[in-house]
């Protein structure tokens, strides 16, 4: 299992992206910044929180991202030198049909918020459940969040629902970034896999160009 004690042993890679890509992970950032802002007036405001402790959301195996929303996720570990570990722990999950997220740490240690191992480079569906409305075909704006959130804070909710920040605005931000990408969504570990594989693939192909 990834920890951040278990990456001392592997070097950095100096990740060089070209403009294009450079941007998107920086659009891609910044998104996440105005949206987490977002949910901190909102949970002021309204006083919704997580259950304390809980992380059922994150031990299901069917969360599904885009390698958009992944990119700047991909981009740290890479600088930090943890890609090698968390690609590992993909492919030995997958062996054992294991689908659950391979930042999911059920054991959380000091410095670690809540249970995921990346929480500030999380991705968008992670920042949006229990932070968040949906709107049905009827318009009317529904919680996007588990049924312990919806039960214990429905109240919370239905006083604050005209400023809790609304899915679809934050998805289309993300589409406007690179509307190709957001529309291939994938199993979270495949959308991270393919994130770092395809950072390391730029990077070998520019030192190829330069001669390095």
């Not at 005209?162 to 679809?168: D, E, F, Q, T, Y």
Request: one cysteine or more; charged letters at 25%; glycine letters at 6%.
């Amino acid at each position: 299992m990834w920890t951040t004690e278990r990456c001392s042993g592997y070097s950095p890679v100096r990740c060089e992206v070209c403009l294009p890509l450079r941007r998107k992970i920086l659009d891609v950032a910044r998104l996440f910044h105005r949206l987490d802002r977002d949910v901190q007036r909102f949970e002021d405001r309204s006083g919704v929180r997580c259950v304390a402790g809980c992380f059922r959301c994150c031990l299901k195996a069917d969360i599904r991202c885009s390698v958009l929303e992944c990119l700047p996720l991909a981009h740290f570990l890479l600088q930090t030198g943890a890609w090698p570990l968390v690609l590992h722990d993909i492919e030995a999950r997958e062996r054992h049909g294991d689908g659950r997220c391979v930042l999911l740490s059920e054991t959380p240690s000091e410095g670690e918020a809540g249970c995921c191992r990346a929480y500030a480079w999380r991705p968008l569906i992670c920042r949006l459940f229990g932070r968040s409305v949906a709107v049905n075909r009827r318009g009317e704006a529904v919680p996007f969040a588990c049924a312990s959130i919806k039960q214990t804070w429905s109240e919370a909710f239905t006083r604050s629902r005209g400023g809790a920040p609304v899915m679809r605005r934050y998805t289309l931000q993300l589409f406007a970034v690179d509307p190709a990408t957001v529309l291939a969504s994938l199993p979270i570990n495949d959308a991270l896999s393919e994130a770092i594989e395809g950072l390391l693939l730029y990077n070998r192909y520019r030192r190829l160009r330069l001669g390095r």
